[in-house]
């Protein structure tokens, strides 16, 4: 490592060195030696047990591999399977009923549901789109995707549609008569809004009318009489009427309504960990950095945009008057938490006096912690004074306590009140999925998020299972058993442990971003299932979720399944194996390339270019977003078909081959794009690709992350020499 500076028992990479202290540390009231000898002294603390607990990981592994290895043949008893996974320690005892003691949450955790995104925080643009999406124009997200139907002459133009934006304006108006009911009509006619008194006032061609509900309109924008805009609330969520006579909507309507602004994106993760790439000590600079500015309220990223230059910022709040004439404020802004990674990795921008790599989740605690100090004075992100980091990859209750450890060592170096870090945990491995009581238990008065993770739970799924035979179809895994019993499972927990009105119960990513249409009809299962929050893939996808929230009132959904039990943890220790492989070789052959392109569309972009989320198209061409969890899956998946002898080494081979000539067609008009095709022995990508797959029972709980590193690592040194 170059440019290292020496400080007490750390060896620290410069650029990471002057960042905490001429960027983050500046204007707190923690000084750069306070600061680097505290972390010494606790880096050097807790790096051992985090070795241990890997240690841990590693032994339980070894003991059901030698298990599943003895038992499988006729299939599994799952009574003797449950008591021997007691016996080894995975399966922890009940330690009783209790409920969460999380304080100081604020509303968009605890009271309010709606969509969360989830953005890389090393594109400062995405960024920025994640924070402003607290607000989306329904008009545009409707106008723009498939939400609307092409047919009849409303096709996407390049010139505005009329007959589509009729469609648009109907479903609009669709939701206000859902949303904000009339007392008497429709809103489909509407002819004129304004305040009278502390009351709005409805025109039709009946003549007048109000909301149903009165106490659903908030406020308004411009003069009573002619007001700009109209504020209604649905569930907590808001919706803004825009009305402007000279729009180019409104000009043709008859109460002048040019948009319905919708409240989006409640909460936003600031990605630190699946959606980036980040091996090395540059890397992890520009993250934090973004991470302090986006936490300082600065962040700003320039662009072009049909061909203007354009500079993006942090949107200031919405002031509008209340009905009673007195001024009040909404936020702008998504309430953000910062996802660090989980406890695995480690990373060259700082050594311990050992001489080993320090481990990742430790210097991100620190570190972006510490860069959020700036909004834990100016409460701009959470008025309730709290910093919010999603955990992921913990296996088990042990390591949720060891997360606790280290955030409280965080807390007393930067001076910060006990349990102002909140902690989410993402329930997206076995272990944590079954002991998911005990290890809320190990959070009580930090856990504010627990969240299923399908993609990263399914990876973990087959790789603990690896020897008990062949996994069923990728495709086939939705249906299986043990997810709808872990999904169902996640909530009953939850809320048996006092979520309700405190915490966030969220579910998992809608992973096809051009299918809003089929998300629409879908996506409210998660409400429905009591969840309060579910990750949508862009702001677009946020507007269009936030209606599944005026449509179902979580909180009563929430009161609706408080103590039922709907799920066993046998069901989810159900292993998703086929038990009669009857596949035909153009079956085998097909699961194999679409697991092969989703692997090589994805990796080679991580490799070359060091992008960590990428929308990859399908073997469909249906594009769809692929991080580190939906590669742990298919590499997985294609691991455990070659040990079963479902497929051997040279097919694989000969269909990775096959796919990488259609990925380099797919990316053909990439210019930063390195084909991989005709020099596979030369492409760090595609060898890291193979890597993934021939060496996937080796990974430790099949994690990517390894082999992304090693490669990427080994890709930028290329680039360095060349």
Not at 142 to 165: F, H, K, M, S
Not at 554 to 575: N, Y
Not at 645 to 669: P, Y
Request: with cysteine; glycine share 8%.
């Amino acid at each position: 490592m170059s440019d290292v500076i020496t400080h007490s028992g750390l060896s620290i990479a410069k650029v990471l060195y002057d960042l905490v202290n001429d960027e983050i540390l500046a204007g707190t009231n923690i000084t750069p030696d306070v600061f680097w000898n505290g972390f010494d002294k606790a880096a050097h603390q807790l790096a051992p047990k985090n070795q241990a607990l890997l240690a841990t990981r590693t032994k339980l592994q070894r003991q059901i591999d030698d298990w599943l290895k003895a038992n499988s043949d006729g299939g599994i008893d799952a009574a003797t399977y449950e008591k021997f996974l007691a016996k080894i320690g995975y399966l922890h005892d009940d330690g009783g009923d209790f409920e969460i003691e999380t304080s100081n949450v604020d509303l968009e955790i605890a009271i309010i549901a709606g969509p969360q995104l989830v953005v890389p925080i090393t594109n400062a643009r995405y960024a920025l789109n994640a924070a402003n999406a607290r607000w989306g124009s329904l008009y545009d997200a409707l106008y723009g995707t498939d939400a609307i139907e092409d047919a009849d002459g409303a096709g996407r133009t390049a010139d505005y549609n009329p007959v589509r934006g009729k469609k648009v304006i109907s479903f609009a108006r669709n939701l206000l008569d859902q949303s904000a009911p009339l007392a008497n009509g429709s809103w489909h006619d509407v002819n004129g809004l304004k305040i009278s008194g502390r009351s709005l006032k409805i025109s039709n061609a009946a003549g007048s009318t109000s909301l149903l509900n009165e106490d659903q309109f908030v406020g308004y924008t411009g003069n009573p009489e002619t007001p700009t805009s109209v504020i209604v609330v649905k569930n907590g969520l808001h919706l803004e009427i825009i009305i402007d006579a000279n729009g180019r909507i409104g000009a043709d309507d008859a109460a002048h309504i040019n948009d319905v602004i919708v409240e989006s994106a409640l909460t936003s993760i600031i990605d630190l960990e699946d959606s980036i790439a980040t091996v090395d000590a540059e890397d992890k600079v520009l993250a934090y950095r973004n991470w302090n500015q986006i936490m300082r309220g600065t962040l700003t990223a320039d662009f072009a945009k049909n061909g203007k230059s354009m500079t993006r910022s942090l949107n200031p709040d919405k002031n509008y008057t209340a009905p009673d004439g007195s001024t009040k404020t909404l936020r702008a802004r998504a309430l953000m938490l910062v996802r660090n990674v989980g406890h695995l990795m480690t990373n060259p921008a700082v050594h311990l006096s050992d001489g080993q790599e320090i481990p990742e989740g430790i210097l991100d605690a620190f570190i972006s912690v510490a860069a959020a100090l700036p909004d834990f004075a100016s409460r701009q992100n959470s008025p309730a004074g709290s910093i919010y980091v999603v955990k992921p990859k913990m296996h088990g209750p042990d390591e949720v306590a060891f997360a606790v450890e280290t955030f409280d060592m965080v807390e007393q170096l930067l001076q910060l009140p006990p349990n102002t870090i909140k902690i989410g945990i993402m329930d997206e491995e076995r272990r944590t999925t079954v002991n998911l009581k005990e290890c809320i238990r190990a959070a009580k008065s930090r856990v504010a998020f627990i969240n299923t993770g399908f993609l990263d739970r399914t990876g973990d799924e087959i790789h603990t299972s690896m020897y008990a035979g062949a996994m069923i179809r990728k495709g086939d895994m939705k249906a299986a058993t043990w997810i709808s019993a872990y999904e169902d499972w996640n909530v009953d927990i939850g809320l048996a442990c006092g979520f309700s009105g405190k915490a966030q119960i969220g579910k998992g990513m809608w992973a096809m971003p051009d299918m809003m249409a089929d998300m629409i009809a879908q996506k409210i299962a998660h409400p429905n299932a009591g969840a309060n929050c579910a990750w949508v893939p862009s702001p677009t996808a946020a507007t269009l979720h936030a209606l599944h929230y005026h449509a179902v009132n979580v909180a009563k959904r929430q009161a609706e399944l408080a103590g039922t039990s709907r799920a066993s943890r046998s069901d989810i220790l159900s292993i998703p194996v086929a038990s009669r492989p009857n596949w035909s070789a153009e079956d085998i052959r097909a699961e194999l390339r679409n697991n092969a392109q989703g692997i090589l569309g994805y990796v080679v972009r991580w490799i070359d270019q060091g992008v960590g989320c990428s929308k990859v198209p399908d073997i469909h061409n249906v594009g769809l977003m692929e991080d580190r969890a939906t590669l742990r899956i298919s590499s997985q998946h294609i691991a455990n078909w070659l040990h079963h002898g479902i497929c051997d080494s040279d097919l694989v081979m000969d269909v990775m081959q096959e796919m990488a000539a259609v990925v380099d067609a797919q990316n053909a008009g990439d210019p930063l794009y390195e084909p991989m095709g005709g020099r596979f022995d030369k492409s760090i990508a595609f060898q890291a690709a193979l890597d993934l797959v021939f060496t996937g029972i080796e990974q430790p709980s099949g994690y990517t992350e390894p082999v992304l590193h090693a490669r990427r690592l080994e890709k930028k040194a290329e680039a360095r020499a060349a």
